[in-house]
Structures are given as C-alpha cells and as structure tokens.
C-alpha cells in the first residue's frame, strides 16, 4: 500500500479517517438527505452519491447560515455526516458548525495534494497534528 502524507492548516480539531469523496462543486448540506447521505441537489457533480462516512473535499460552502448549520447537523443525526472535511476556501458558517459538531475540518493543502487524491483512495485527516495522509492500493 502507498501512502503519501500532506502538510495542512487546522480549523477544527480531531483525527478521522474514511474514503475521500472529492466535489468541484461547492456543497449544500442541507440539499442532502438526512437518512441516506445521498446529495439531492440537481446538477451536482455528487448528486446520487453518498457523503456519509467520507473525507469529503470540496471548495467551499454554499447557502444561508441556517441551512448549512441544520444540513449538517441533520446528517450528524443521522449518522450520515462526512468524517472529515477538507475544504479550499473555509466559510464561517461550515467551520463553526465543524467545531460545534467535532468534525474535522483542514484547509491549505497544497495543488500537489489536490493532484495526488481521487475518489475511493483513504484519507486521515488528523488537524492536530496538521497531517492528512493519503493511501492508495492494497
């Protein structure tokens, strides 16, 4: 198995670990179903796929304080939620819901990690350490 380990920016606390999801579209969660994870939003790049359980890399957020913070945590509910984030450009709304709800969340990873990842390749996200550490093959 090959891992290759990236230098990040804490913005919320913790250490998860999941398959990575990679989105070029920015998220909405509350435009995810709560019970299942999956993204309903027309004409996402994720639309029909499931968060739940990933690192889930996006650019930003989008929508109103109160749809973001309830998305999310209407999928925490549920345990639906990502385990990680890892965001380019962070938004006060998602990065205090992040802490408020314990889910890691990490920024400043530099092109050469964005042009390592792909989908279903594992992440570890560890902010505290300011690490993610990407393995691929078995």
Do not use: W
């Amino acid at each position: 198995m090959e891992e290759k380990e990236f230098n990040c920016h804490k913005i919320a606390e913790g250490t998860a670990s999941g398959e990575i999801l990679i989105s070029s579209d920015d998220i909405c969660f509350y435009l995810i179903d709560p019970e299942t994870g999956v993204v309903i939003e027309k004409g996402h790049d994720l639309e029909g796929r499931s968060v739940a359980g990933k690192v889930l890399v996006v650019p930003t957020g989008k929508g109103s304080s109160v749809v973001q913070a309830d998305g999310l945590y209407q999928l925490q509910l549920h345990g639906n939620a990502p385990r990680a984030l890892i965001i380019k450009h962070p938004d006060t709304v998602l990065v205090a819901s992040a802490i408020v709800m314990g889910i890691p969340m990490v920024n400043k990873l530099g092109q050469d990690f964005y042009d390592y990842i792909e989908n279903g390749k594992t992440a570890v996200v560890n902010s505290d350490l300011g690490k993610v550490t990407v393995s691929s093959g078995a």
